[in-house]
């Protein structure tokens, strides 16, 4: 198997596709209504957004994206990759291309936000370097959500 790593934006349809199975995998970890709106309130990704998309026969099975957050900061969003994909270091690869898209875009740092169900994600986000802050925005009173950021530079790569 060959996968290819493209960069696109929010329009892509296996972008599209991808965020849609997405959602639907978090909801069945969370069904309560307001956590519902809020979740889907702080999900919302424009089509300018920069995205990074792995493809493997013309199929988009993983991506992650990009969103302004604070003059000095973006905030990854929507990152995912298809069940049958995992544990092929895909996510990495996404994560990696995002940092090094966001420093050449003039960005300082990366944050994020996740679930403490999600355990991979929380592992996945430690191992490359990301440190816990305190919750940000909206997610400041969610005891259930992460805060991770990661501070750019050729350091960090």
């Given at each position: 198997?060959?996968?290819?790593?493209i960069?696109?934006?929010?329009?892509?349809?296996?972008?599209?596709?991808?965020?849609?199975?997405?959602?639907?995998?978090?909801?069945?970890?969370?069904?309560?209504?307001?956590?519902?709106?809020?979740?889907?309130?702080?999900?919302?990704?424009?089509d300018?957004?920069?995205?990074?998309?792995?493809?493997?026969?013309?199929?988009?099975?993983?991506?992650?994206?990009?969103?302004?957050?604070?003059?000095?900061?973006?905030?990854?969003?929507?990152?995912?990759?298809?069940?049958?994909?995992?544990?092929?270091?895909?996510?990495?690869?996404?994560?990696?291309?995002?940092?090094?898209?966001?420093?050449?875009?003039?960005?300082?740092?990366?944050?994020?936000?996740?679930?403490?169900?999600?355990?991979?994600?929380?592992?996945?986000?430690?191992?490359?370097?990301?440190?816990?802050?305190?919750?940000?925005?909206?997610?400041?009173?969610?005891?259930?959500?992460?805060?991770?950021?990661?501070?750019?530079?050729?350091?960090?790569h």
């Open positions: 198997m060959s996968y290819k790593l960069r696109t934006d929010g329009s892509h349809p296996g972008f599209l596709s991808l965020i849609r199975a997405l959602d639907k995998e978090l909801r069945s970890h969370d069904a309560d209504a307001e956590h519902e709106q809020l979740y889907i309130s702080q999900n919302i990704v424009t300018d957004v920069p995205v990074s998309l792995v493809i493997l026969d013309e199929e988009a099975v993983g991506c992650a994206c990009l969103r302004a957050y604070e003059e000095s900061d973006f905030e990854l969003k929507r990152m995912y990759v298809l069940p049958e994909h995992r544990g092929r270091g895909l996510s990495r690869r996404i994560l990696r291309d995002l940092e090094v898209w966001a420093e050449e875009l003039g960005r300082k740092r990366v944050i994020l936000e996740t679930g403490a169900v999600l355990k991979a994600a929380v592992s996945l986000y430690k191992s490359e370097g990301y440190r816990v802050i305190e919750n940000y925005g909206h997610y400041k009173d969610i005891p259930e959500s992460i805060c991770f950021a990661k501070e750019l530079g050729e350091e960090n």
